[in-house]
């Protein structure tokens, strides 16, 4: 893993904040830094497994410069990075710490609780299309810019404060819970897109494309399995969604419900 993605040195020096992922980095190389853990209510008890806030305003130049090139060294041979975000914020580690914790935990429309793991950057890339401006603006609270980075592309990003009025608290509507919950599914076309050399560039367009072909697999074609849902999805941007009513492509999805089979096999039967 090369050197594209590398945090550039004036966004590193001039964030407050980062937030680190315990199940993805070792507890070692953090072990250094003021770090405060961002728990929901009623989750304490899974404090270990939920991310940190690490405090980086307080940190001097020299040992700064140190920490940005551990985490440039880390990027080097991991396939998580070691600082899963930074933030530039006014408010105290306190304030902080707060918003987000609240913002972790989603109520469904069946009042039951959903936990929005915005701190994995394959999440948060997602949210920037999913939520509108005041949504966003109301998850964000304090936050004024976030970077986070996909060590897949070459190049950090960002996600600004909208400039308009928040919401309370972000209230998802069918559409956007359905995009949630397939988040992991696009993650997976996507990585195998990106693959076989589909992809030229990710962003809305493309997640939105690939989120419509993955909704025929289960709303229209009704493939029940992950698998058999990725590769309809993979095909349809592949070969056109023309692709996806050809009579072949039917006969094949109706093989498969009604012989209980997988799709993928016998996409692999047929050559397809």
């Known amino acids: 893993m090369g050197d594209s993605n590398a945090i550039p040195h004036r966004v590193f020096l001039d964030c407050d904040f980062a937030i680190i992922n315990p199940l993805q980095v070792d507890p070692s190389e953090w072990a250094g830094l003021d770090c405060l853990p961002i728990v929901p209510k009623g989750l304490d008890a899974h404090e270990a ?30 396939a998580m990075p070691l600082l899963s975000a930074l933030l530039v914020s006014v408010a105290t580690p306190a304030q902080l710490v707060s918003h987000l914790a609240r913002q972790m935990v989603l109520k469904t429309p069946f009042r039951a609780s959903f936990l929005l793991r915005y701190y994995d950057p394959l999440v948060f890339r997602h949210l920037r299309w999913i939520f509108n401006a005041r949504q966003m603006a109301a998850f964000l609270g304090p936050v004024e810019t976030w970077h986070y980075a996909i060590l897949d592309t070459p ?60 909704k025929m697999a289960i709303e229209e074609a009704g493939l029940t399995e992950a698998g058999d849902q990725q590769c309809y999805a993979l095909q349809a941007l592949k070969f056109g969604p023309e692709y996806l009513v050809e009579a072949k492509t039917v006969q094949r ?6 012989e209980c089979v997988s799709y993928v096999g016998l996409c692999m039967e047929e050559g397809a």
């Open 49 to 78: 497994m939920l991310p940190r806030l690490a405090v980086l305003r307080e940190v001097s130049h020299q040992n700064r410069l140190a920490l940005l090139t551990q985490a440039e060294a880390h990027q080097r041979t991991d």
């Open 155 to 214: 190049y950090w990003h960002r996600q600004c404060v909208p400039g308009c009025l928040a919401e309370m608290k972000p209230r998802l509507d069918k559409e956007q819970w359905g995009r949630l919950h397939r988040i992991g599914l696009i993650n997976a076309v996507v990585k195998k897109a990106t693959r076989a050399s589909l992809l030229l560039c990710e962003d809305t367009a493309l997640f939105l494309k690939i989120d419509g072909y993955l």
């Open 253 to 258: 999805v109706a093989r498969s419900k009604s």
